[in-house]
T-cell receptor
Framework: QKEVEQNSGPLSVPEGAIASLNCTYS??????FFWYRQYSGKSPELIMS????GDKEDGRFTAQLNKASQYVSLLIRDSQPSDSATYLC????????????FGPGTRLSVLP | DGGITQSPKYLFRKEGQNVTLSCEQN?????MYWYRQDPGQGLRLIYY???????QKGDIAEGYSVSREKKESFPLTVTSAQKNPTAFYLC?????????????FGEGSRLTVL
């Protein structure tokens, strides 16, 4: 079993719709969770971090964490064509000492 | 502006040659990382360093070497022992300590073996 799993996609949604991206992780000691956006040929950029169970909202983005189910998701409301990118889920297995593990990424396509 | 600078952006190498990728940061971060990304795949950790003069192997360290002589610098050497070095290489840094989770990435170096 891979440590961090995501559907590779592509996930296609119409402009204005909600895009839902999912990620599961295998190591229960994982402490912190991140979503990075990566445009083609570019480096990843952080869009959300979440550390506690529940929801965290930032603008059009909402991260949801369920540690019991080992599941983290990212919702993008009012999706825009500029949101079309690959979204990488990352898990930090240690609170100190930094051991980030990335999922393979989900490619999102927002159709005008 | 604070950030991470990687060079070169593009690099071509003949088989059997060693190449060194540069990574410099002015964020005053303790931790630095090297990742490799292949087309359609996620990031895989090559090496990381939590402090000057110390570094640890990641998941795919074979055929690579690093040094951390200065806090700002973490160069990666791709040796001739690396069997399939063509990839996109990303350097990153982060603060150390509790919940210091954000990784800051450089723009990447794209290595092609001819």
């Amino acid at each position: 079993q891979k440590e961090v799993e995501q559907n590779s996609g592509p996930l296609s949604v119409p402009e204005g719709a909600i895009a839902s991206l999912n990620c599961t992780y295998s190591d229960r000691v994982s402490q912190s969770f991140f979503w990075y956006r990566q445009y083609s040929g570019k480096s990843p950029e952080l869009i959300m971090s979440i550390y506690s169970n529940g929801d965290k909202e930032d603008g059009r983005f909402t991260a949801q964490l369920n540690k019991a189910s080992q599941y983290v998701s990212l919702l993008i409301r009012d999706s825009q064509p500029s949101d079309s990118a690959t979204y990488l889920c990352a898990v930090n297995k240690e609170n100190y000492g930094q051991n980030f593990v990335f999922g393979p990424g989900t490619r999102l396509s927002v159709l005008p | 502006d604070g950030g991470i600078t990687q060079s070169p952006k593009y690099l071509f190498r003949k088989e059997g040659q060693n190449v060194t990728l540069s990574c410099e940061q002015n964020l005053n971060h303790d931790a630095m990382y090297w990742y490799r990304q292949d087309p359609g795949q996620g990031l895989r950790l090559i090496y990381y360093s939590q402090i000057v003069n110390d570094f640890q192997k990641g998941d795919i360290a074979e055929g690579y070497s690093v040094s951390r002589e200065k806090k700002e610098s973490f160069p990666l050497t791709v040796t001739s022992a690396q069997k399939n070095p063509t990839a996109f290489y990303l350097c990153a840094s982060s603060e150390s300590g509790l919940r210091s989770g954000e990784l800051f990435f450089g723009e990447g170096s794209r290595l092609t073996v001819l």
